[in-house]
């Protein structure tokens, strides 16, 4: 395999006209432009016979190197995966998407160091609350509940009817922080895919809407290991009948729509990257399309998460017309984002129905490594992300209200 020298991993990367995985570590990854990377990859010889176009002049800083492996496309969602040792019902559990390997003992990843932390200055920070407001769906906050082990209930999340699928959470607290939940994961493939760390709920709004806010706040644990292919994040979403539409399911105007958020690794800079995941029934392929946060605002594209760092994030979604009946709806739906109070998302021209009963009727707290218990979402100690401060909405949360901007 070949291992890309500095200069050319950097050409690939700033060069817009270009699409090839860059070597990083032992093994190569996908580089992701445009929208998304998700559905995309490049077999080794194909990367070969890029690279090799480049010129031979581009190929003098290249060595030998790497552990040999090919690039693979991650499995789907492995939704309601579950395995022993979670509190999920025989009911939630169905077979995983990906059988684990024999014997796997160490996967790729990256630590960040304090010198890769670039300096933003945001509106709002970890400590800002917004004023409540009447316009709030629920607010759910965890200063008042007991520390230890934790079961989410409908009397904690605003009386709504609540689906748990498993959890694998807590009530922790820092001295001067308060109270805060916090989501555990095994080290390795025991720690992957739906079901095993973490958790997962969904809860139904006593109402259909056709525009709502969601935010939260979000810290990734000390030390975290910024796997190959990232993890999920809440989001909202909208579904008719028993399944939600996520794991791979197929978005037909009609049935429902999701737009959780993931966490997805670096490209050569450390710390995460955001990005809305999005079930709609234009998506690309079987899984969620990706739409990065940051991407064309100026200096926020170099925009990373960072361990140990609580951050405000919230979105908003906005349904589309749903056009006539007996034909496809119109292409005017909106996904937005801000981060810490700052504009860091604008999707537009999006179609999540064709039909007016369709809209947003739930909350979905989902928080695992993955993708399905599969190595590249694997990682080699225990790792822990921490939620506080949930809020839904019909109106904008840590923008234009408070001190937001």
């Known amino acids: 395999m070949f291992q890309l020298s500095p200069v050319l991993e950097k ?23 445009g929208e998304s990377g998700r559905n995309r990859s490049m077999t080794r010889r194909a990367v070969l016979a890029a690279v090799g176009a480049l010129g031979a002049s581009s190929l003098s800083g290249c060595s030998q190197g790497g552990n040999g492996e090919d690039p693979t496309t991650a499995p789907g969602d492995g939704e309601r995966t579950t395995t022993s040792g979670g509190t999920a019902t025989p009911d939630d559990a169905t077979p995983s998407d990906t059988e684990a390997p024999a014997t796997t003992t160490e996967y790729q990843y990256t630590v960040e160091t304090e010198t890769d932390r670039i300096p933003f200055t945001d509106p709002i920070g970890a400590e800002w609350m917004p004023e409540e407001s009447d316009d709030e769906l629920f607010r759910v906050t965890f200063d008042d509940m007991e520390l230890g082990s934790y079961r989410p209930t409908s009397e904690d999340w605003g009386g709504y009817a609540l689906d748990l699928h498993y959890n694998y959470l807590s009530i922790e607290e820092r001295e001067s922080e308060g109270k805060y939940m916090a989501s555990h994961y095994a080290e390795g493939l025991e720690g992957t895919g739906s079901g095993n760390g973490g958790g997962q709920f969904e809860l139904e709004f006593d109402e259909i809407h056709d525009e709502l806010y969601l935010a939260y706040q979000v810290r990734f644990g000390e030390g975290f290991e910024w796997n190959h292919d990232g993890g999920k994040l809440p989001g909202l979403m909208g ?46 392929g079987t899984y969620g399309d990706d739409f990065a946060w940051f991407q064309g605002f100026g200096m926020d594209n170099r925009r990373r998460l960072h361990d140990d760092e609580w951050y405000w994030i919230e979105h908003r979604v906005k349904m589309n017309d749903p056009g006539p009946e007996g034909e496809e709806g119109v292409d005017d739906g909106l996904i937005e984002g801000w981060f810490n109070g700052k504009y860091a998302l604008e999707k537009n021209g999006l179609r999540f129905r064709d039909v007016p009963k369709l809209g947003i009727n739930y909350f979905y707290f989902s928080s695992f490594f993955g993708g399905g218990q599969d190595p590249t979402y694997a990682h080699n100690r225990e790792e822990q992300i921490d939620y506080d401060n949930f809020i839904v909405s019909t109106s904008p949360i840590t923008h234009n209200r408070g001190d937001g901007e």
């Not at 270009?18 to 990854?29: A, E, I, Q, S, T």
């Not at 450390?270 to 079930?279: F, T």
Request: proline fraction near 7%.
């Open 239 to 284: 579904y008719i009948g028993e399944n939600a539409i996520v794991g791979g399911r197929d978005s037909t105007g009609e049935n429902g729509w999701s737009a959780r958020m993931m966490w997805r690794p670096p490209y050569t800079d450390r710390g995460g990257r955001l990005v809305q995941y999005v079930y709609h029934p234009d998506k690309r």
């Open 11 to 33: 050409t690939l990367i700033e060069s817009p006209s270009l699409y090839l995985p860059v070597h990083k570590m032992r093994g190569f990854r996908e580089l992701e432009r």
